[in-house]
């Protein structure tokens, strides 16, 4: 299907391990983002890529890695989960800079 | 740094009536100014965005308005329907670099 998408949908898991979240995207667009969208914060960026190979912090990167080696995938990791990381993930992709940004459904994570 | 303040938070208004949702930015050389429209479960969907070379934009009952000089910019929503309940996001780039800051949402209600 075209688009962009999230996997998994739903996941909870426990301090200390270590998780992926999967993002996809069918449009070869350059630009990747991923956000976290927690109660009076709003979105806030997490990592973003303007090209395969190519990534740079947002404003709260701690405790995520990301890797971009294909333009399609842009996967984000939590190395070792923690209670304050209980959020909701967006990715996004653009073709452009300061232009649309799509969003994927977005993944509730839970941290336990 | 950088940031978008919204407001209001929230915001009730009668079906048929008009809202109004406002933005203020910090970055001066700020140059794109997107509004997005979150559904309950969904990821964001862009509704309306504006560049720093247009003072307002209409998209059929939507409207932006933009106050360069002022640093702000507006959300305005006409004959307000039952489907236009949902949370707002206003955002801005941040000069030379590819990424955003977005508000804090305002979650709209309309009141049949």
């Known amino acids: 299907d075209a688009g962009i998408t999230q996997s998994p949908r739903y996941k909870i898991t426990e301090t200390g391990r270590q998780v992926t979240l999967m993002c996809h995207q069918t449009?070869?667009?350059?630009?990747m983002f991923w956000y976290r969208q927690d109660l009076g914060h709003g979105l806030r960026l997490i990592y973003y890529?303007?090209?395969?190979?190519?990534?740079d912090k947002g404003e709260v990167p701690d405790g995520y890695v990301v890797s971009r080696s294909k333009t399609e995938n842009f996967p984000l990791t939590l190395e070792s989960a923690t209670r304050s990381q209980t959020s909701v993930y967006f990715c996004?992709?653009?073709?452009?800079?300061?232009?649309?940004?799509?969003f994927g459904q977005g993944t509730r994570l839970t941290v336990v | 740094g950088e940031n978008v303040e919204q407001h209001p938070s929230t915001l009730s208004v009668q079906e048929g009536d008009s809202a109004v949702i406002k933005c203020t930015y910090s970055?001066?050389?700020?140059?794109?100014f997107p509004w997005y429209k979150q559904e309950l479960g969904k990821g964001p969907q862009l509704i309306i965005d504006?560049?720093?070379?247009?003072g307002e934009k209409k998209d059929q009952r939507i409207a932006v308005t933009l106050n360069k000089t002022a640093k702000h910019f507006s959300l305005h929503i006409t004959e307000t329907q039952p489907e236009d309940s949902a949370v707002y996001f206003c955002?801005?780039?941040?000069?030379?670099?590819?990424?955003?800051?977005f508000g804090t949402g305002t979650r709209l209600k309309v009141l049949a």
């Open positions: 970055d001066s050389a700020s140059n794109y």
């Open positions: 996004a992709s653009s073709v452009e800079d300061d232009t649309e940004a799509f």
């Open positions: 449009w070869s667009h350059s630009y």
């Open positions: 955002a801005a780039d941040i000069s030379g670099t590819y990424k955003y800051i």
């Open positions: 504006i560049r720093s070379n247009v």
């Open positions: 890529s303007a090209a395969a190979d190519i990534t």
